[in-house]
């Protein structure tokens, strides 16, 4: 089973960037769907971005064009590069490849 590990969080002042990395253990080509979720203090896990393929993405309708999801095959990564962060932001996030998680990662935004 393959096994993952997120790096790239930390504290971000409003409207900065972050890119988030989440790195397999195995191959991740036959791998279609990968996902992106948070989990906020006191609320529930919400799915942030989905990767089928290459090309075909879904956002939840709080990302409003500010991040991108993408992966890269040969480095068994898939990302998630967030720009203009805002403090509802801050969340544990966690990626999702082939139903399996990673252990989560901090992204705090504060000023």
């Known amino acids: 089973q393959v096994q993952l590990v997120e790096s790239g969080g930390g504290l971000v002042q409003p409207g900065g960037s972050l890119r988030l990395s989440c790195v397999a253990s195995?191959?991740?080509?036959?791998?279609?769907?990968m996902r992106w979720h948070r989990q906020a203090p006191g609320k529930e896990r919400e799915l942030v971005a989905r990767?089928?393929?290459?090309?075909?993405?879904y956002y939840g309708d709080f990302v409003k064009g500010r991040f991108a999801i993408s992966r890269d095959n040969a480095k068994r990564t898939v990302y998630l590069q967030m720009n203009s962060l805002k403090p509802e932001d801050t969340a544990v996030y966690y990626c999702?490849?082939?139903?399996?998680w990673g252990q989560g990662i901090q992204v705090t935004v504060s000023s």
């Open positions: 990767l089928s393929g290459i090309y075909a993405t």
């Open positions: 195995g191959s991740i080509n036959s791998i279609v769907v």
């Open positions: 999702d490849v082939g139903a399996t």
